[in-house]
């Protein structure tokens, strides 16, 4: 495994620097705040200056370093600093910079015995790498660059001043303990980083899973209400309830095996699934081989009575459709009665949106009264969508535990 981690594609790594510099620009700002306090508290402490000249160089050079802690602080306000981590490179460039001024400059303006710059560079390379190791976000690569491309000009500064072999070697050894620590320390929080965030997307993945086979069970809106601890129980005035059910059923299964059986009954319900998506139908459940659906309830579209037939129709179209194709003339009986129904959730387990009231009842006995692949329709049903679809004359029928109802028929355009 690489020692800097990269995720393979291009989008999860852009999608993780930006997350993570997001998510991290609290403690971002709060170091870089921390850091010019560090420096001016140990700096300010330390009695190294023999002349004026010297300190007034020392405040100059520290205000800047200062001013650019504040353009690294103001630069993480821009909402560019999450998508260009090479941004963070730019103000401790600058630092180094003005550092190896101030050193140049006390070296020329101190007394030989006052001052030992290598001291006080091992001081200023720790505070500097510990600053950076955690300024630097989702940004090793360039974090280990700058670090040792700094101790690099480091050593180079000290070859060029005549820095005793010995001194030297002492002083990088120092300065190497802080860069190793604070490259481990950056290292490691990048990966731990990395580690959380491939643990998040796998959440998040088995989250939208749940969350598909909820809203597969339940409309979307009353998961929502649901997982907010709601109870969850609706009216409504006005709804198109759709009852389809298939003619001789149990004829048929004496026909088939079980598996075919089911095949056949997998078939109708899909074919009922696509149509009532393609006309905004709401699906309530199964029952045995009955389809229940509504329209104008909490996950469809308007009181729909028109919708409500025109979805009815294209099921027993396509589902002759497949007869002729299968060989097995599957025949179904619609009805429809649309009206007032309380909806809502019960129960704790087994969890699914149910209808309830006597316009349930009422469609149920409608479809009884059927014709095979015909759709039988209640009056509140046809004075709503009369314009739209052609009925027969009206009839009236008894239908067990209603009464007289009177009915209208229609059949639907069957496609050879």
Not at 275 to 300: F, N, P, Q
Request: charged fraction near 20%.
């Amino acid at each position: 495994m690489a020692f800097i981690n990269h995720f393979a594609e291009a989008e999860d790594e852009r999608n993780y620097v930006h997350d993570e510099r997001a998510s991290r620009l609290k403690a971002t700002r709060a170091v870089l705040i921390l850091g010019p306090l560090i420096f001016l508290g140990f700096f300010m402490l330390t009695p190294v200056f023999s002349s004026n000249q010297a300190f007034a160089t020392f405040n100059i050079t520290t205000m800047a370093i200062v001013g650019f802690f504040a353009l690294a602080i103001f630069a993480t306000t821009n909402h560019h600093y999450v998508e260009w981590p090479w941004l963070d490179i730019l103000p401790f460039v600058a630092m180094t910079v003005a550092a190896a001024v101030l050193m140049t400059v006390l070296v020329r303006t101190t007394a030989e015995n006052d001052l030992d710059i290598t001291k006080i560079a091992v001081v200023f390379f720790g505070l500097i790498y510990f600053i950076a190791s955690v300024a630097f976000v989702a940004n090793v690569r360039l974090f280990m660059i700058w670090a040792v491309g700094t101790l690099g000009v480091f050593i180079a500064y000290m070859d060029s001043h005549g820095i005793d072999v010995d001194e030297m070697y002492h002083t990088i050894v120092n300065i190497s303990f802080f860069l190793l620590f604070a490259i481990f320390s950056n290292w490691e929080a990048d990966r731990r980083a990395r580690a959380m965030y491939v643990a998040r997307q796998a959440l998040n993945q088995e989250r939208k899973k749940t969350e598909k086979l909820l809203y597969n069970v339940l409309p979307q809106a009353v998961a929502t209400r649901l997982r907010a601890g709601e109870v969850v129980a609706d009216s409504f005035s006005d709804i198109s309830v759709v009852f389809i059910d298939i003619v001789g059923f149990s004829k048929l299964s004496k026909q088939l095996s079980p598996g075919h059986l089911v095949e056949q009954l997998n078939g109708f319900f899909l074919i009922a699934d696509q149509c009532a998506t393609r006309y905004g139908i709401e699906k309530v459940k199964t029952i045995g081989d009955c389809y229940l659906a509504v329209s104008g309830g909490t996950a469809s579209n308007g009181p729909g009575a028109k919708d409500a037939v025109s979805f009815a129709k294209d099921v027993i179209a396509e589902m002759q459709s497949r007869a002729t194709a299968s060989g097995i003339d599957i025949q179904l009986r619609v009805g429809i009665h649309s009206g007032p129904v309380v909806g809502g959730v019960v129960g704790t387990s087994r969890l699914a949106y149910d209808y309830w009231g006597d316009t349930m009842n009422i469609a149920s006995r409608i479809e009884g009264a059927a014709e095979p692949n015909g759709i039988a329709v209640s009056a509140a049903t046809y004075y709503q969508c009369t314009e739209a679809h052609e009925f027969d004359a009206p009839e009236t029928i008894a239908l067990k535990g209603v009464g007289d109802t009177v009915i209208y028929r229609i059949k639907p355009e069957i496609t050879e």
